[in-house]
Each structure stands twice: as structure tokens, then as C-alpha cells.
């Protein structure tokens, strides 16, 4: 079985700081991990994925995340925080191998950055 | 940059009518997607569609949804009859492929706000 968690409800950050969105998991196998965003009134946007390789996984608007097995973690981080970047964070989790090609997605993180 | 679409925005309609909510995936996907989220809960699954057919359904995708793609652009998720629980906001999704070795990310529609009175 494969799941995702997401402790926090929101996350506040002032214009300019580092920022970090908590996401943590659970399969069986090894997992393909995702963030996405989504900005009021829009879908769900593809910001970057984990499939193999580098722990350390760079996606679009300079978010990047790092794979982390031991704490079975894939925590979103930006080096500066802008206030474009207030939105609606989801991680997603896939179980390889697992009879599922569906992603398990979290609850959503709330990013708001303040100026 | 394609984009999926969706129609209506929001959707209002009385318990026990029958709903259906429109999606225009990226053209050169093959893979198609309706999830939902409850308000202030997790985006989850409902069902897959690949080939013209279901290729995987959540426990929620019960007798009273259906998914057809009618021409070669349009993706339709029906409820035949809506219940209070129904109400939540609904999300096609899009892909180019999917196989054992790879993933490919989804392109998701801005939603349908279906709320049943």
C-alpha cells in the first residue's frame, strides 16, 4: 500500500527567506514521488518528480526537493521565498513496483508568503 | 502551452439529478483521469481511462459514475444521481503514456465546482 503525508496544514514565510514543505511516505517497493502546486482557481500544476538518481531533484519556478529513503521523506525547498510562490502544495506518491500506476496524493500544504 | 480544460467552472443541481462534467485533455495524451476533492480534504482518485476503456476505479467510482470519451476530443465523468456527498471539486487529469518503467506526470484541468442541493 502506498501513502503520503503531509503534517502541516500551512506554512508561512516572509518574501525572501528559505522555505520548506514537509512531505513524508509510504510503499512498499520504491517510490516515485511529485509535487505539484496549485494557484486559486487553476488546476493542479507539475512543479517536479523523483523516479531514480540524484536525491536531490530540481523542478520548475526554482523549486527543488530532496529524496530522503532513511526518513522516507521528499521535503519541497526554495532558497528565497516570493510572494507568486502562495499557493497550494500537493505531494503524490507511487509504489514500484505495485499493481497501481495511480499516485496517492497528500492533503496539501498552504504556502503563504508574506512581503 | 496545451492545457486541459473543463465545463462548467461550477456546477449546481438538485439531489437525484443526473451530472455531467466536461473535460478537453491535451491532445496528444492517452491517458486520461477524474479525481475529487472534498473541501479542505485530499485529492483523491476516482478512475483511469485508457483505450477507450476504465483501466482503474477507486472504491468511490460506484454504479453511479460513468466515464465516456464520445469523440476524439472530449472526456466525460457522469453521475447518474446525485447525493449531498457528491459535492466537491472535480478534476480531470491528462498524460502522454504510462508504463512500468516510467512515470509521467499528469496535466490537470482547473475543476469543476459540483455542489448538489
Known amino acids: 500500500a502506498q501513502s503520503v503525508a503531509q503534517p502541516e496544514d500551512q506554512v508561512n514565510v516572509a518574501e525572501g527567506n528559505p522555505l520548506t514543505v514537509k512531505c513524508t511516505y509510504s510503499v512498499s517497493g520504491n517510490p516515485y514521488l511529485f509535487w505539484y502546486v496549485q494557484y486559486p482557481n487553476r488546476g493542479l500544476q507539475f512543479l517536479l518528480k523523483?523516479?531514480?538518481?540524484?536525491?536531490l531533484v530540481k523542478g520548475s519556478y526554482g523549486f527543488e526537493a530532496e529524496f530522503n529513503k532513511s526518513q522516507t521523506s521528499f521535503h519541497l525547498k526554495k532558497p528565497s521565498a516570493l510572494v507568486s510562490d502562495s499557493a497550494l502544495y500537493f505531494c503524490a506518491v507511487r509504489d514500484i513496483p505495485g499493481g497501481s500506476y495511480i499516485p496517492t496524493f497528500g492533503r496539501g500544504t498552504s504556502l503563504i508568503v508574506h512581503p | 502551452e496545451p492545457e486541459v480544460t473543463q465545463t462548467p467552472s461550477h456546477q449546481v443541481t438538485q439531489m437525484g439529478q443526473e451530472v455531467i462534467l466536461r473535460c478537453v485533455p491535451i491532445?496528444?495524451?492517452?491517458?486520461f483521469y477524474w479525481y475529487r476533492q472534498i473541501l479542505g480534504q485530499k485529492v483523491e482518485f476516482l478512475v483511469s481511462f485508457y483505450n477507450n476503456e476504465i483501466s482503474e476505479k477507486s472504491e468511490i467510482f460506484d454504479d453511479q459514475f460513468s466515464v465516456e470519451r464520445p469523440d476524439g476530443s472530449n472526456f466525460t465523468l457522469k453521475i447518474r444521481s446525485t447525493k449531498l456527498e457528491d459535492s466537491a471539486m472535480y478534476f480531470c487529469?491528462?498524460?502522454?503514456?504510462?508504463?512500468?518503467?516510467?512515470?509521467?506526470?499528469?496535466?490537470f484541468g482547473p475543476g469543476t465546482r459540483l455542489t448538489v442541493t
Open positions: 491532445s496528444n495524451h492517452l491517458y
Open positions: 487529469a491528462s498524460s502522454e503514456a504510462r508504463s512500468a518503467g516510467i512515470s509521467y506526470e499528469q496535466y
Open positions: 523523483y523516479i531514480t538518481g540524484d536525491n
